[in-house]
């Protein structure tokens, strides 16, 4: 049995909104309190104590030794600072950071010996309950801070316990993709429009595409057999990989894919 968990978010964005609405829907008994702070917008918090009925702090200070859980939801760049301070009130809390680039090493350095630390990697679709995450835990995670981890995972959607080099390599793959995906539908749309084809029609009809091929793709789970069914050889689909081959396809995207894992490290 778990003890009942009271947990502290730093930072009210859209987050720490994702983790608490994942929170909030998980209904835990574990759960017994969500306690959230941000940088000052006060129009934010208030709207996220109104959404999620949690409760509102000013201070993260006045709360640290009353909580069981911490949840870093801000920028990678704030976290330096705040963990050195932070590392003065806390005293066995879990600490857990959705920060891109921010691994348990990076923490565990600028917090005292002990403190048991998590870096969970999700991506935008944590908003709507269906991210892909990673993760990862330092040396002083215990069984029962593995159950809180899963509490705030599965609230958010589906999750991968990586090693810490692993969540680094994969954080373009599951965490950056969504915006090349989006990029790419961009493409789509304005390629149907140079046609004369209406923004709403455009849309409409790109996003059901994808939406249908993604379904298709989670259903038989191959996507080279997928693309072949869709290819014949010699045909018009054929033509248009082709073009994407002789601009390098795979190639740009591997450099794309490095590129952000190298710029999420810091690098
Ligand atoms: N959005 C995504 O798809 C996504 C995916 C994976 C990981 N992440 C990670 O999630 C973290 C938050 O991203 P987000 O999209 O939620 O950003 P966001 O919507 O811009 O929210 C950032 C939040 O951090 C707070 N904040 C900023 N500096 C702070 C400080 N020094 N102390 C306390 N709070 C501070 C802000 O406070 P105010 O409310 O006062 O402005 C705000 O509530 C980032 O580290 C990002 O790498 C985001």
């Not at 005293?91 to 350095?109: D, K, R």
């Not at 990862?136 to 801070?145: I, R, Y």
């Not at 609230?155 to 993709?177: D, F, K, M, N, P």
């Not at 894919?257 to 490290?265: C, H, V």
């Amino acid at each position: 049995m778990m003890k009942k968990q009271r947990v502290l978010l730093i930072g009210a964005g859209r987050m720490a909104q994702a983790v608490i609405a994942g929170l909030v829907k998980m209904n835990s008994t574990s759960l017994e309190q969500i306690i959230v702070t941000n940088n000052g917008n006060k129009q934010r918090l208030q709207s996220v104590t109104d959404n999620y009925h949690v409760v509102a702090a000013n201070n993260w200070r006045d709360e640290i030794k009353q909580v069981d859980v911490i949840v870093l939801a801000m920028p990678p760049q704030a976290h330096d600072e705040l963990l050195r301070e932070l590392s003065s009130y806390v005293n066995g809390q879990l600490i857990i950071t959705v920060a891109a680039g921010i691994g348990p090493s990076y923490m565990e350095e600028r917090l005292p010996e002990g403190t048991p630390v998590a870096w969970i990697m999700p991506n935008t679709a944590a908003m709507i309950g269906e991210s892909m995450s990673l993760y990862t835990v330092g040396k002083w995670v215990n069984s029962q801070h593995q159950l809180v981890l899963e509490l705030v995972l599965k609230g958010i959607g589906q999750s991968q316990l990586c090693t810490e080099e692993e969540v680094h390599h994969l954080t373009a793959i599951t965490g950056s993709a969504p915006a090349f995906l989006y990029y790419f539908s961009e493409s789509l749309i304005d390629s149907a429009k140079k046609y004369g084809v209406e923004e709403d029609v455009a849309k409409q009809l790109v996003i059901q595409m994808i939406h249908g091929s993604s379904l298709m793709l989670k259903k038989e789970g191959n996507p080279t057999s997928l693309r072949e069914q869709v290819t014949t050889p010699g045909g018009a689909t054929a033509e248009g990989l082709n073009v994407m081959n002789n601009y390098h396809f795979l190639k740009m995207m591997e450099e794309a894919i490095d590129a952000t894992n190298k710029k999420a490290m810091g690098k």
